[in-house]
């Protein structure tokens, strides 16, 4: 069966498709960035994952970097984190 593919703005991510990304990239993923060009005809910046079943496209945002960067430091803590710990303001999810 062929795997899905997706693209996620970072306002859509789950807690756990986060921890996936720190996982994936835990020095970062300042080199390892794709582009696309979307339906407006702009062009994306976004970070390859990929999952048992499915691909993704994770667009790169200023908020999507600070984030990940906090998550990875609290990489450590083992306690449930809810989508409210995570700055979204000023992410618009009509990139696509």
């Known amino acids: 069966m062929a795997k899905r593919f997706v693209i996620k703005d970072y306002k859509s991510m789950t807690p756990d498709l986060m921890a996936l990304l720190v996982e994936a990239y835990p020095d970062g993923f300042e080199y390892d960035t794709e582009y696309f060009t979307n339906a407006k005809g702009e062009r994306v910046e976004a970070v390859p994952l990929e999952t048992e079943d499915t691909k993704y496209l994770i667009k790169v945002s200023t ?4 984030n990940f960067e906090a998550f990875e430091s ?3 803590d083992d306690s449930d984190r809810d989508p409210e710990d995570f700055d979204t303001d ?3 999810d009509d990139d696509l």
């Not at 908020?63 to 600070?66: E, G, I, P």
Request: charged residues 40%.
């Open 63 to 66: 908020t999507l970097v600070q």
């Open 90 to 92: 000023g992410v618009e």
């Open 74 to 76: 609290d990489d450590d």
